[in-house]
């Protein structure tokens, strides 16, 4: 079967999207949209798709006229003691949510197709991944850039939408799309939450009913940290105290960190004008949470 045959068309004629698996079948769809000049946006995820990844998708839709979304749950991301095996997977509810959410392509590889026999190339930064995650997570962000950087080769898209949840990714992909000169615009999506708080993500469902009960205190937290530090409070001080309550709530947290929010550096105080963060990750049983404010929400 040619590539383009292999292209398996689903969902009505209005809402019609491509799906391949392979390269070739990706790089024989390509064309007819740039052929058209069409902005290509894309959207990496590794599935399980929550409203969080269906607004990157009404983000990427907004910015571009033609909208790719992979799925690929990455080994490569993953350390050996990490939660790969039991990643969750639902391949069928997330091709309709991707049709539904009006997306055009789905781009699901396979690992093999992704990382072929042989294959020895891998895309390594330093600073910006060094701490945090990088340093929880040893070889996580190589994982992230590399996967990242392919994908973004395999479709030339000129737009890729991240969301802000995951702070220092959104950093990372930035910051190696730029030094390796990929002609491709980052699109920040700010976080999609539960009402009450809590950053939607594919891993909250792990979460008991009890420490679903508490994972929103992670985020209220950050905020009352960030609306005390933006006031004037002394900032070792305050992270020292959220931290002191997040242990008492039952979390193990890993770090509670203002930074620079470009580079991640570590701040010591806050530095007026400058844009800052405070990133958080703490841990409720196995589950590890993530999330982070701008310090300018404090002021607001
Ligand atoms: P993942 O499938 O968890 O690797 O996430 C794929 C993309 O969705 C990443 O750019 C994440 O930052 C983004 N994402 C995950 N959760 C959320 C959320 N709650 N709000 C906005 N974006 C999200």
Request: hydrophobic share 50%; proline share 6%.
């Amino acid at each position: 079967m040619s590539a383009a045959l292999a292209a398996r068309r689903v969902g009505s004629d209005a809402a019609r999207m491509q799906v391949h698996r392979d390269i070739p079948g990706l790089r024989a769809a390509l064309p007819a949209w740039r052929a058209r000049r069409a902005r290509i946006a894309l959207v990496p995820t590794m599935g399980a798709l929550h409203e969080g990844h269906l607004s990157l998708v009404a983000a990427a839709r907004a910015a571009a006229d033609f909208v790719v979304a992979s799925i690929l749950v990455n080994p490569t991301q993953f350390g050996p003691d990490e939660d790969l095996s039991r990643y969750p997977r639902d391949e069928a509810g997330d091709l309709a949510k991707l049709r539904a959410a009006g997306c055009d392509l789905a781009w699901l590889p396979t690992v093999e197709a992704m990382y072929p026999a042989g294959n020895a190339t891998s895309v390594q930064l330093r600073g910006v991944c060094d701490g945090f995650e990088g340093a929880a997570r040893p070889g996580h962000f190589a994982g992230v850039a590399t996967v990242c950087t392919k994908l973004f080769l395999q479709t030339g898209a000129d737009i890729a939408a991240f969301g802000e949840k995951d702070w220092q990714q959104l950093q990372v992909v930035r910051r190696a799309a730029s030094d390796l000169d990929i002609p491709i615009r980052i699109l920040p999506v700010p976080t999609v939450r539960e009402a009450d708080g809590l950053a939607l993500s594919s891993r909250n469902r792990f979460l008991s009913p009890m420490q679903r009960a508490t994972a929103p205190l992670l985020h209220a937290a950050l905020r009352r940290a960030a609306a005390r530090i933006g006031a004037g409070a002394a900032l070792r001080a305050v992270l020292a105290e959220e931290e002191a309550g997040l242990r008492r709530a039952g979390f193990a947290p890993d770090y509670l960190a203002l930074v620079e929010a470009e580079t991640l550096r570590p701040l010591d105080a806050m530095a007026p004008g400058m844009p800052m963060r405070l990133l958080a990750a703490a841990r409720l049983g196995t589950v590890r949470l993530l999330d982070n404010v701008p310090l300018r929400e404090a002021i607001a």
